[in-house]
């Protein structure tokens, strides 16, 4: 049937909805959730697929209004942040690896430790694995009184930042003035800096951080903080430095005087703020340079710049404060989109996704490896391919849109991506609302190209909720399976599906209470073993699976509210491994996170491709 007889026919399928969670993923086993201070570490239990599995309703996480990332609150931070944590945490990565060298012989003014300035404080957050790391930071004034700055390398990556938060006046463990969490999306760094790294683009290394309240009360009402300094000039004395060395307990402080320092390494251009101060070792990062401004403080630098701040200990840099960093602070100060990350767009639009699979359907960027595409299916009946391109160009270079807003493809329930015609180019399945599967083959950059009716429209395809593409036959070069789970809980896989209809059917689960609470299924690797993400938000990892069943369940997330608002999954290879192990959420509020070289050691870091609505 053709698209264009489909859309005449569009208003005889009954508009039932989205079903929520239906996805397609494709990644490495092991696959854990990320992770919140109160979720156990991943591990093997005893399969418990005869267990029932009550739904949570979703009291917490991405748009309940919960302050903190994902519902990290003060209150969570306050306790996940002990002194025995704090004091174990390692300098961010792009300082924890440097050597430094013998001293200069430059002279330099001592460092002595301190009990710290109120403004003045440290951003502590587990990285990818549960290691805790930590970064300088200072408020700056401003009108929503909520904003702190930092270097841009301590945050350049967007790689997770679990429980992260701000310690005003820490030192030793302790927490003076409590703990802040930051507002969901709303760190700012400039896009040059993301793009081309922490040498070729050490003039912008700074960045600012919305804070979220705390007991009613912003950061600087209960701190104060210090006049952010744009264009202030190089010389200045006396400046006084505070950092925190990895290797002290407690902040640094100096007091020398600041010179202009003019890059002679054409790989690291610019001109940068410099001062003498001893023992300001890897850790130090993000510190301020501070000069008095009568009774307050004004800030004219941070540690970072040249080198991520130096390359020994008794002299650091800072990035001039110019108009780059004036018109990031401005960003923050008016609560405006972050430099995002591709062509991706907002929140507000990725609210109405309602379908996605990631797969190739394109070319490639040119000159590049062929990374995974990613389709969508809107609610207002627009499909959308966007084209995969890698972390150095955003991961996605290019939006095409594949058929503009329509009543027919409204009611596409759930799709599934593979290599069904074994064209080395995949293909899309679509489960519509009244029963009907469809198959449109090597789908691409230009459109769909025919389109194969599976199924008629019937009442038992109603209720195939979750459908998933995969490799689950020994010996098979295609991905051409299908994985259907039922409404009523059974699993059914279907072997070798083309464009002639079902070539096996075997029935993996007959129906059961269990399985009616499975909130969306995806799979991949070779072995192909599938993935389920629970309506309690539980997720469960069966390796392995194929047409003899299951083998082994593997409990990767106890139930949690959290992952209850991972709407939609979908996955592919879109960094540089080459590998389908690169997993994808749409959470509740829009917001769209990537969670790159996903293994069975966790999610190693997380990339915002949308950030939270503001």
């Keep these: 049937m053709s698209m264009t007889l489909r859309r005449a026919q569009g208003a005889g399928r009954r508009a039932l909805g989205a079903v929520a969670g239906a996805a397609v993923l494709i990644l490495l086993p092991g696959l854990p959730a990320y992770a919140d201070q109160n979720d156990p570490t991943p591990g093997n239990t005893t399969p418990s697929t005869q267990a029932e599995r009550p739904s949570v309703p979703p009291t917490s996480g991405p748009g309940t209004g919960n302050s903190g990332a994902r ?11 002990t002194p025995e944590r704090m004091q174990a945490a390692k300098p961010v990565q792009e300082q924890e690896a440097k050597q430094f060298p013998v001293p200069s012989r430059m002279p330099r003014s001592a460092s002595k430790p301190f009990e710290g300035l109120p403004i003045v404080g440290t951003f502590f957050w587990n990285d990818g694995t549960n290691t805790g790391r930590f970064c300088g930071g200072t408020v700056v004034k401003s009108p929503g009184k909520n904003i702190v700055m930092s270097a841009g390398h301590c945050f350049n990556d967007q790689d997770a930042r679990k429980n992260l938060a701000f310690i005003p006046q820490y030192a030793d463990g302790m927490k003076p003035h409590g703990a802040f969490t930051i507002k969901p999306g709303r760190t700012y760094v400039d896009k040059r800096y993301l793009s081309k ?7 912008l290394d700074f960045n600012f951080l919305q804070i979220e309240p705390r007991g009613g009360k912003n950061v600087e009402d209960v701190v104060g903080g210090a006049k952010l300094m744009i264009n202030p000039g190089y010389d200045h004395n006396p400046a006084r430095l505070i950092g925190y060395p990895a290797n002290q307990k407690r902040p640094l402080d100096c007091t020398d005087k600041t010179a202009r ?7 690291i ?11 300001y070792s890897g850790g130090a990062s993000g510190g301020p340079f501070l000069i008095k401004q009568g009774s307050d403080w004004g800030l004219i630098g941070v540690i970072g710049g040249w080198k991520t701040g130096g390359d020994t200990d008794d002299v650091s840099y800072s990035s001039y404060l110019d108009a780059d960093a004036k018109a990031l602070y401005d960003d923050a100060v008016n609560n405006r989109q972050p430099a995002g990350r591709g062509v991706l767009g907002t929140a507000e639009t990725w609210q109405h996704a309602k379908v996605m699979a990631g797969g190739s359907f394109s070319d490639g960027n040119p000159g590049a490896w062929d990374y995974s595409d990613l389709i969508v299916g809107w609610s207002d009946g627009e499909v959308t391919l966007y084209r995969g391109a890698g972390e150095d160009n955003d991961n996605f270079d290019k939006e095409i849109r594949l058929t503009g807003p329509n009543s027919t493809w409204t009611n596409a329930a759930t799709i599934a991506a593979g290599d069904f015609t074994g064209a080395d180019k995949d293909d899309l399945i679509v489960r519509w609302t009244d029963g009907e599967l469809t198959l449109y083959p090597d789908v691409e950059e230009k459109g769909f190209h025919g389109e194969v009716q599976l199924q008629k429209p019937n009442n ?34 279907y072997t070798d599906v083309n464009r002639d209809g079902f070539h096996g059917e075997k029935k993996l689960a007959a129906p059961n209470s269990t399985w009616t609470y499975a909130s969306a299924i995806v799979s991949g690797n070779d072995q192909y073993d599938l993935m389920v993400r629970w309506k309690d938000g539980e997720l469960t990892l069966y390796k392995d699976l194929d047409q003899n069943g299951f083998h082994g369940e593997n409990q990767l997330k106890k139930p949690n509210r959290l992952w209850t608002h991972a709407t939609i999954l979908g996955a592919g290879d879109h960094t540089d491994n080459r590998y389908p192990d690169d997993f994808l959420v749409r959470w509740s509020d829009g917001e769209v996170s990537m969670y790159p070289d996903t293994d069975a050691t966790g999610l190693n870091r997380e990339i915002t491709l949308v950030y939270p609505p503001g």
Excluded: H, M
Excluded at 197 to 203: C, F, I, K, Y
Excluded at 261 to 267: F, H, I
Excluded at 465 to 480: A, L, M, Q
């Design 197 to 203: 790294g922490p040498d070729a683009a050490a003039d």
């Design 71 to 81: 519902g990290f609150t003060p209150a969570d931070a306050d306790a996940y942040w």
């Design 269 to 279: 251009p610019g001109s940068f703020l410099r001062i003498q101060c001893d023992k």
């Design 261 to 267: 320092y003019n890059s002679t390494d054409p790989k």
């Design 460 to 493: 038992l395809w109603k209720n195939a909720t979750s459908i998933t593409g995969g490799r689950y036959t020994s010996n098979n070069k295609w991905t051409d399976d299908l994985l259907v789970r039922w409404s009523d809980g059974e699993v059914t896989l």
